[in-house]
Structure formats: C-alpha cells, structure tokens
C-alpha cells in the first residue's frame, strides 16, 4: 500500500473517530473508492455530533522531508487532509482545526 494513501487512511481515521459520539461497538474507514464506486452514498451516513476538531500536528518534527517525496510531513499531512475533505461528502459538520 502506498505511503500516501496510508496517511490519508490514518487522517481520515482520526477524524471519524472525532465525529463519534455514541458508543459504537465497530467503525469502518471510507475510502475515495467506496464514494466513486456509490458503495456508500451520503444518505447512508448518519450524522451523530455536530462538531469536530482535529489536532493537526505543526510541531518542528514536522518539517523534517517525508521519506522521499520532497515534501514535508507536514505538507503530506496537509494534502492527505485537503483531499480527503474534498471527497467526503458535506454533512453539515462545524469542524475546527486546531494546531
């Protein structure tokens, strides 16, 4: 599997688990494919909180280059993050970024 699209797994990951607020006894990642694909449409989304925050990561670790891509991983973190949000469809969600 690819370094990227680990990543973006990982993010989108962390942001689900963030939208939770029920206790749910399993989760499963979505990914580009299932939207594309219409595996799952956003009516089959259930909006169970109305706000997220997302920690972000800005600390120096991140300036370091991300294997050899010639990017930061701060700059990898970022795209993964801008892509994901540009697939995902839109809930009505209040969503704070926060670094």
Do not use: W
């Not at 499963?28 to 594309?36: A, C, G, Q």
């Not at 706000?51 to 970022?78: H, Q």
């Amino acid at each position: 599997m690819r370094k990227g699209t680990c990543i973006a797994l990982m993010v989108s990951g962390i942001l689900l688990m963030g939208l939770m607020s029920t206790d749910l006894q399993a989760i499963e990642i979505l990914t580009k494919e299932d939207f594309v694909n219409q595996v799952v449409v956003a009516k089959h989304l259930i909006k169970t909180a109305d706000n997220a925050i997302i920690l972000f990561d800005t600390s120096d670790s991140m300036t370091k280059p991300y294997l050899n891509t010639g990017m930061s991983r701060y700059d990898v973190a970022k795209k993964a993050l801008m892509e994901r949000n540009m697939f995902f469809p839109d809930l009505g969600h209040n969503m704070g970024l926060y670094s």
